[in-house]
């Protein structure tokens, strides 16, 4: 098992950037595939990114692609979320996700963190 933080979520205005992080305790970190959702106020939770356990492939949503990275360092056990061209579309709350079954992009997660809010202004 796993435990998931994220961390980094704010108040920025729009065009802004910020950095998530996710910090993971636990089970070897690098057995897991991770990924960011994301869930805005009174909508479904929706995917975000992916990373491969060794960080050499990535996975976006087309909303995101081109202004968001994702990326790791397994010998921190952390994931983050580099968010840039910040738009007020994007405000919601960020959760931090893992999976150790293998599939890529893994259809399901079976670990969540608490989440952490960000708020775009525009």
């Known amino acids: 098992q796993v435990q998931l933080v994220e961390s980094g979520g704010g108040l920025v205005q729009a065009g802004g950037s910020l950095r998530l992080s996710c910090a993971a305790s636990?089970?070897?970190?690098?057995?897991?595939?991770m990924g960011w959702f994301r869930q805005a106020p009174g909508k479904g939770r929706n995917f975000v990114a992916a990373i491969n356990r060794s960080g050499s492939n990535t996975y976006y949503a087309d909303s995101v692609k081109g202004r968001f990275t994702i990326s790791r360092d397994n010998a921190k056990n952390t994931v983050y979320l580099q968010m840039n061209s910040l738009k007020p579309e994007d405000t919601a709350v960020y959760y931090c996700?893992?999976?150790?079954?293998?599939?890529?992009?893994?259809?399901?997660?079976?670990?969540w963190g608490q989440g952490t809010p960000v708020t775009v202004s525009s």
């Open positions: 636990g089970r070897s970190f690098i057995t897991y595939v």
């Open positions: 996700a893992a999976d150790s079954r293998g599939r890529w992009p893994p259809s399901l997660y079976e670990y």
